[in-house]
């Protein structure tokens, strides 16, 4: 099989090739690994390469397994694979080696995938790009000189550059939709508790974190999302079970649906000129296709509220990582484990009390109040995914002196107190949090939102997100087959 005939196909159709047996799942499998030698030495979207553990594996004896055979990433975060390195981008993590599988890569083998690597990520998955000490610098497939986004840059770069149809992601303020909207790719975040962590935690991110895939097409998405749907029951969080399989729903249209529209970031800031001309034309293909449009929003709380509240979830979080380490190792944690802004984040939330830890979770639980009213009038919301058109490499990470300066002050010589209500970290932090300020809001509601990739602005994608009532994935994914009939987008192929 060539690269060509591969990358024809998405995952059903791979899987359908090999179960009538027109393909081997070998053949497929070096269809993957050729692709990923030509690529990856472009895009260093690779964290763990192993394919000597992917050539050992067996064709499943199930012959329901609905993948099978067909080869599969996964994100070197949260997704543990018993035997396998899980470094979440972090020194920290360098000599961990999983003892278990987690219940979402329980389920992702148990359907056929023929996972052959883990994918880079920016450290502890805390940054909407991927751009790590201990990986290096992902690139994206459509310019090189550009970020393919964060946390799940490296699945994303994957998928839009041919090595597999679809990857593990995870996302907790935007980490799918965001690498999908700078890859031109499908990405879906399901709703709060539709898949379960687990068996050593129950929760990421105090519930801000839901893990599930890229994919070029709508319908892998889907039926991945049945399988990661199986570790619901496990799941800390109530969800509504779907009825139907989540596959079915791409084949049944969404009728007229009633979309509001709103073009103004939660967490404040302006759009720039290639985010609005996206937009508009999301909004046309909508009006062509008899939809209801209206402008709306949700009754979010105010900007700089909504921006602390999530800073000190963040902050609290990566903390925690401190007090764990500790405790699990009996050791105390040197900053030169961490890079510079993630030990300033981890000292910060040294200093976070207790109180304010519960207000900003009181502050998250509030957005799902709003957003359960909200589509209680709306089927759907439509957004930008992203105030801005792709950065480039090295733009969102502060420059190479001042994290040299951050480390000396905050690790050498542990000035962590300048942390504490400094005005310009304020300002710099809330900088940052406006470039998540239409996709963290979701997380923080726990609601399914996707990004969808409709339109592309000086040869760079640039895509549109969609949100919906918890539970109404479903819903989602017939508006998403919707718009890729009237607007296919898998066939369009990065320059490298």
Same mark, same amino acid.
């Given at each position: 099989?060539?690269?060509?005939?591969?990358?024809?196909?998405?995952?059903?159709?791979?899987?359908?090739?090999?179960?009538?047996?027109?393909?081997?799942?070998?053949?497929?499998?070096?269809?993957?690994?050729?692709?990923?030698?030509?690529?990856?030495?472009?895009?260093?979207?690779?964290?763990?390469?192993?394919?000597?553990?992917?050539?050992?594996?067996?064709?499943?004896?199930?012959?329901?397994?609905?993948?099978?055979? *067909?080869?599969?990433?996964?994100?070197?975060?949260?997704?543990?694979?018993?035997?396998?390195?899980?470094?979440?981008?972090?020194?920290?993590?360098?000599?961990?080696?999983?003892?278990?599988?987690?219940?979402?890569?329980?389920?992702?083998?148990?359907?056929?995938?023929?996972?052959?690597?883990?994918?880079?990520?920016?450290?502890?998955?805390?940054?909407?790009?991927?751009?790590?000490? =201990?990986?290096?610098?992902?690139?994206?497939?459509?310019?090189?000189?550009?970020?393919?986004?964060?946390?799940?840059?490296?699945?994303?770069?994957? *998928?839009?550059?041919?090595?597999?149809?679809?990857?593990?992601?995870?996302?907790?303020?935007?980490? =799918?939709?965001?690498?999908?909207?700078?890859?031109?790719?499908?990405?879906?975040?399901?709703?709060?508790?539709?898949?379960?962590?687990?068996?050593?935690?129950?929760?990421?991110?105090?519930?801000?974190?839901?893990?599930?895939?890229?994919?070029?097409?709508?319908?892998?998405?889907?039926?991945?999302?049945?399988?990661?749907?199986?570790?619901?029951?496990?799941?800390?969080?109530?969800?509504?079970?779907?009825?139907?399989?989540?596959?079915?729903?791409?084949?049944?249209?969404?009728?007229?649906?009633?979309?509001?529209?709103?073009?103004?970031?939660?967490?404040?800031?302006?759009?720039?000129?290639?985010?609005?001309?996206?937009?508009?034309?999301?909004?046309?293909?909508?009006?062509?296709?008899?939809?209801?449009?209206?402008?709306?929003?949700?009754?979010?709380?105010?900007?700089?509220?909504?921006?602390?509240?999530?800073?000190?979830?963040?902050?609290?979080?990566?903390?925690?990582?401190?007090?764990?380490?500790?405790?699990?190792?009996?050791?105390?944690?040197?900053?030169?484990?961490?890079?510079?802004?993630?030990?300033?984040?981890?000292?910060?939330?040294?200093?976070?009390?207790?109180?304010?830890?519960?207000?900003?979770?009181?502050?998250?639980?509030?957005?799902?109040?709003?957003?359960?009213?909200?589509?209680?009038?709306?089927?759907?919301?439509?957004?930008?995914?992203?105030?801005?058109?792709?950065?480039?490499?090295?733009?969102?990470?502060?420059?190479?002196?001042?994290?040299?300066?951050?480390?000396?002050?905050?690790?050498?010589?542990?000035?962590?107190?300048?942390?504490?209500?400094?005005?310009?970290?304020?300002?710099?932090?809330?900088?940052?949090?406006?470039?998540?300020?239409?996709?963290?809001?979701?997380?923080?509601?726990?609601?399914?939102?996707?990004?969808?990739?409709?339109?592309?602005?000086?040869?760079?994608? *640039?895509?549109?997100?969609?949100?919906?009532?918890?539970?109404?994935?479903?819903?989602?994914?017939?508006?998403?087959?919707?718009?890729?009939? =009237?607007?296919?987008?898998?066939?369009?192929?990065?320059?490298?």
């Amino acid at each position: 099989m060539n690269f060509s005939e591969y990358r024809r196909h998405d995952a059903v159709a791979l899987a359908d090739l090999i179960r009538r047996k027109e393909v081997s799942a070998d053949e497929v499998l070096q269809a993957a690994l050729a692709r990923l030698d030509e690529v990856n030495p472009k895009l260093n979207l690779l964290a763990h390469d192993l394919r000597e553990r992917a050539l050992r594996w067996q064709m499943p004896a199930n012959n329901q397994a609905p993948l099978a055979g *067909v080869p599969f990433l996964l994100k070197d975060l949260l997704a543990d694979w018993a035997g396998t390195p899980t470094w979440s981008g972090s020194r920290m993590m360098q000599d961990y080696i999983a003892r278990q599988n987690s219940y979402l890569t329980q389920a992702y083998l148990d359907a056929g995938l023929r996972v052959f690597g883990k994918t880079t990520t920016p450290e502890w998955g805390a940054y909407p790009i991927t751009e790590s000490e =201990i990986y290096g610098i992902t690139r994206n497939p459509w310019n090189p000189a550009y970020t393919p986004g964060g946390s799940s840059g490296g699945s994303a770069a994957a *998928v839009a550059a041919g090595v597999v149809p679809a990857a593990h992601g995870g996302d907790g303020g935007g980490s =799918i939709r965001l690498p999908a909207h700078n890859c031109g790719l499908f990405g879906l975040k399901p709703t709060r508790g539709r898949m379960a962590y687990g068996p050593l935690i129950s929760e990421a991110w105090q519930g801000l974190v839901c893990d599930h895939v890229l994919t070029r097409s709508v319908r892998d998405s889907a039926v991945l999302l049945d399988i990661a749907a199986q570790t619901q029951p496990r799941s800390l969080y109530a969800c509504l079970k779907n009825e139907q399989p989540f596959a079915a729903s791409t084949g049944r249209p969404p009728g007229r649906l009633k979309i509001a529209f709103w073009k103004t970031t939660w967490f404040g800031g302006g759009n720039d000129a290639g985010t609005e001309a996206a937009f508009a034309h999301s909004l046309k293909l909508l009006a062509g296709a008899g939809h209801d449009l209206e402008e709306a929003s949700p009754e979010f709380t105010a900007p700089e509220l909504l921006n602390r509240a999530a800073r000190i979830l963040v902050m609290g979080e990566t903390a925690r990582l401190l007090y764990q380490y500790e405790r699990e190792t009996g050791q105390k944690l040197h900053h030169s484990r961490l890079e510079p802004t993630t030990w300033a984040m981890m000292v910060q939330g040294r200093q976070i009390s207790a109180g304010e830890m519960s207000w900003a979770r009181d502050v998250m639980l509030a957005q799902e109040r709003a957003a359960r009213a909200f589509f209680q009038r709306y089927d759907v919301l439509m957004s930008p995914v992203c105030p801005r058109t792709t950065p480039k490499i090295g733009e969102m990470l502060p420059p190479p002196a001042a994290q040299k300066a951050m480390r000396w002050l905050f690790g050498t010589l542990k000035l962590g107190f300048l942390l504490k209500h400094n005005p310009l970290l304020e300002k710099e932090a809330a900088a940052t949090l406006q470039y998540v300020g239409y996709t963290s809001p979701f997380n923080l509601s726990g609601n399914p939102a996707m990004s969808v990739p409709l339109y592309w602005h000086e040869n760079m994608p *640039v895509g549109t997100q969609f949100a919906a009532a918890h539970g109404r994935e479903d819903l989602l994914l017939q508006l998403a087959a919707q718009l890729e009939e =009237i607007q296919p987008w898998a066939d369009r192929m990065p320059p490298i």
